[in-house]
């Protein structure tokens, strides 16, 4: 499946999906351009990631918590979240959802801002 262009040179790939594979699980990987602040976001599902390079933080409505490579992050269903990269080089990472395709997600107008910005 080809990218999803992302602001700031990154992007977003979903792939595998229910469609795809018969799977009721979506797999998808990501690249995080240095210093990139997404948008926050909430999915009607949980997520599951992996960092597979860099370093970053995952900013939430109550706090943020750091990772880095080899760092495993859960972010509970309808739960605000922005990822940070916060170093030098891409952020890569590798997502999950247990819906069969990227799931429906609500994004926050920018005039509402990211904790910790």
Same mark, same amino acid.
């Given at each position: 499946?080809?990218?999803?262009? *992302? /602001?700031?040179?990154?992007?977003?790939?979903?792939? *595998?999906?229910?469609?795809r594979v018969g799977s009721g699980t979506?797999?998808?990987?990501?690249?995080?351009? +240095?210093?990139?602040?997404?948008?926050?976001?909430?999915?009607?599902?949980?997520?599951?990631? #992996?960092?597979?390079?860099?370093?970053?933080?995952?900013?939430?409505? @109550?706090?943020?918590?750091? #990772?880095?490579?080899?760092?495993?992050? #859960?972010? /509970? +269903?309808?739960?605000?979240?922005?990822?940070?990269?916060?170093? @030098?080089? /891409? *952020?890569?990472?590798?997502? +999950?959802?247990?819906?069969? @395709? #990227?799931?429906?997600?609500?994004?926050?107008? +920018? @005039?509402?801002?990211?904790?910790?910005?």
């Amino acid at each position: 499946m080809p990218p999803i262009e *992302l /602001p700031g040179g990154s992007w977003s790939r979903v792939l *595998l999906t229910g469609e795809r594979v018969g799977s009721g699980t979506a797999l998808g990987f990501s690249s995080f351009a +240095a210093h990139t602040v997404t948008p926050m976001l909430s999915h009607e599902t949980e997520e599951l990631a #992996y960092v597979v390079s860099g370093e970053g933080e995952l900013r939430m409505d @109550d706090g943020a918590v750091s #990772y880095a490579a080899g760092s495993a992050l #859960y972010v /509970p +269903a309808r739960v605000w979240h922005a990822v940070v990269n916060t170093g @030098d080089e /891409p *952020l890569t990472m590798v997502f +999950a959802f247990p819906h069969p @395709d #990227y799931p429906a997600t609500q994004r926050r107008e +920018a @005039d509402q801002g990211v904790p910790g910005e």
